[in-house]
């Protein structure tokens, strides 16, 4: 079982910039894949990020050159940093990590941007 905290979400203008940080509990996630996707109120739940084990990156079209994922395996922490965020952007943005065995979702973070 793998517990999953995010945090770092809150209010901020458009053109602002927010970092949030995913936290893991559990000896599997330096080998695991995380990923970012958001969910926007009355859509469907939307692929952000990920990055694999070994540190490989994809990225959703609509955040591309904008966002940033990273990890710190040492820290059990993933990271999504934000930039040049617009109202479009709002959601609760969930961490989740997964194997081939294994699928884990953290409770999310609520994300605001307005205009």
């Known amino acids: 079982q793998v517990q999953l905290v995010e945090s770092g979400g809150g209010l901020v203008q458009a053109g602002g910039s927010l970092r949030l940080s995913c936290v893991g509990a559990?000896?599997?996630?330096?080998?695991?894949?995380v990923g970012w996707y958001r969910q926007a109120p009355g859509k469907q739940r939307e692929f952000i990020a990920l990055?694999?084990?070994?540190?490989?990156?994809n990225y959703g079209d609509s955040v591309k050159g904008r966002f940033t994922i990273s990890r710190d395996n040492g820290k059990n922490t993933a990271y999504l940093q934000m930039s040049s965020l617009n109202p479009e952007d709002t959601g609760v943005y969930y961490c989740?990590?997964?194997?081939?065995?294994?699928?884990?979702w953290g409770q999310g973070t609520q994300v605001t941007v307005s205009s």
């Open positions: 990055i694999s084990s070994v540190g490989h990156i």
């Open positions: 559990g000896n599997i996630f330096r080998v695991s894949t």
């Open positions: 989740r990590v997964w194997g081939s065995a294994y699928d884990y």
